[in-house]
Nanobody, 115 residues
């Protein structure tokens, strides 16, 4: 059974930082790409960052230079370091894996950027 469990969300002031983590179980983690998505109020879910098995990364234009995705295969963990946060980064952030052609999602973690 595949499970993705996120942690690390919260309330932060503009310009602040947060670190999100996602622990995966039930998959051969090191072979598969992992992604972070987010869904803001009244918006569609969007891809924020992805990292493949070779640690090649991709980012949405809106977060380039501010967010960093990384993975620790020994701990089955993918991390999203978010710096210089803006109010428009406010969203529920979801960890995602496409494993054996099936989409798996975490439960989501709320990130609120507000003064």
């Amino acid at each position: 059974q595949v499970q993705l469990v996120e942690s690390g969300g919260g309330l932060v002031q503009p310009g602040g930082s947060l670190r999100l983590s996602c622990v995966a179980s039930g998959i051969i983690f090191r072979f598969y790409p992992m992604d972070w998505y987010r869904q803001g109020p009244g918006k569609e879910r969007e891809l924020v960052a992805s990292i493949n098995s070779g640690r090649h990364t991709n980012y949405a234009d809106s977060v380039k230079g501010r967010f960093t995705i990384s993975r620790d295969n020994a701990k089955n963990t993918v991390t999203l370091q978010m710096n210089s946060l803006k109010p428009e980064d406010t969203a529920v952030y979801y960890c995602h894996s496409l494993y054996n052609r099936v989409d798996y999602w975490g439960q989501g973690t709320q990130v609120t950027v507000s003064s």
